[in-house]
């Protein structure tokens, strides 16, 4: 089943007919996020968390959910989140990735969602034409690409574990309803 998901995310990043429903998929991620029921976000957030996601997927054109469920692994939509490593965010960037992606402000929710996406998309890129794409690039989005590639492209199963959350985080998400389309 998982394979069946990764193979229709790849085609759809390649076709490009990720964004034909922008607006209905922007509500559907808000939906999800309001779903969780997050003490620390104000329905505000959640809209500009939304927004946010499907604006710079649709600049990097990578498929707005998975920058959801990524974010939802990283953050859990936390925009202050800070882990033991330093990364910071939404999308759980490191200080030294702040200068390509133009982050100068790795708590802004626009910034860090425009970062992640964007970092993914780079990820996406290292890995094209390669039939793991989508699994290599998320393990190299959670060890650093030059780290997975050190480990030869194994993945222990920490990493395993990372990329199958977000698998399995994007289905859910991809099946969601809105609440205005239900």
């Avoid at 759980?92 to 910034?111: G, R």
């Avoid at 970062?115 to 690039?137: I, R, S």
């Avoid at 190299?140 to 985080?169: E, L, P, W």
Wanted: hydrophobic share 40%; aromatic share 10%; glycine share 6%.
């Amino acid at each position: 089943m998982k394979k069946e998901i990764l193979c229709a995310l790849m085609v759809a990043i390649a076709s490009g007919k990720l964004f034909a429903h922008q607006d209905q998929r922007q509500e559907i991620i808000k939906s999800f996020i309001t779903s969780l029921q997050l003490p620390y976000l104000s329905q505000e957030q959640v809209g500009h968390i939304a927004q946010s996601i499907v604006r710079y997927a649709k600049e990097a054109s990578i498929d707005p959910f998975l920058v959801t469920a990524l974010i939802y692994r990283e953050s859990t939509f936390n925009p202050n989140a800070v882990s033991a490593t330093g990364a910071q965010g939404l999308g759980q960037i490191k200080s030294m990735n702040f200068p390509d992606l133009e982050i100068t402000d790795a708590f802004d929710i626009a910034q860090n969602a425009k970062g992640t996406a964007q970092y993914l998309k780079k990820m996406l890129l290292l890995w094209n034409n390669h039939p793991k794409q989508v699994e290599y690039a998320l393990a190299s989005y959670f060890k650093g690409h030059n780290g997975f590639k050190r480990d030869g492209c194994v993945m222990d199963q920490k990493t395993a574990n990372y990329v199958n959350n977000i698998v399995d985080k994007y289905q859910e998400v991809r099946g969601f309803k809105s609440v205005t389309n239900s």
